[in-house]
């Protein structure tokens, strides 16, 4: 099995007690949300439509968290707390921007992991 640097799946392998067929499935739920999630976050920002972008968020956060990115998922509550009150909005690309980097990292690493269950 590939070294997993950027997630850890210790949560769904417990949930699933190591059922391959149901990790692989998370994965690939998660693989498929990430772009939509990045393309969402994205067209709400630029739209300055902070609220949608806070339920985007909102959403995004529970995804990285069930593949054990729960840093990000803290970003992504924090980035979700800001657009309710339209507070920071300067900082909200680097939230995206942050979010992007890492979850494109993860799908790459995620697919290798996969390809080897």
């Known amino acids: 099995m590939p070294e997993l640097k950027i997630t850890d799946l210790t ?52 995804s990285v968290i069930i593949v054990g990115m729960n840093d990000l998922g803290t970003k992504m509550k924090e980035l979700q707390l800001l657009t309710e009150k339209s507070e920071n909005t300067e900082k909200y690309p680097d939230f995206i921007n942050d979010f992007k980097i890492q979850c494109l990292a993860a799908v790459k690493e995620l697919e290798e992991y996969s390809n080897q269950l």
């Not at 739920?29 to 339920?55: A, C, D, T």
Request: hydrophobic share 35%.
């Open 11 to 62: 949560y769904l392998n417990q949930v699933s007690g190591g059922e391959p067929r149901f990790i692989k499935e998370m994965i690939k739920i998660f693989n498929e949300q990430v772009p939509e999630f990045i393309s969402n976050m994205e067209k709400f920002l630029s739209e300055k439509n902070y609220l949608e972008l806070g339920r985007e968020a909102h959403k995004a956060k529970s």
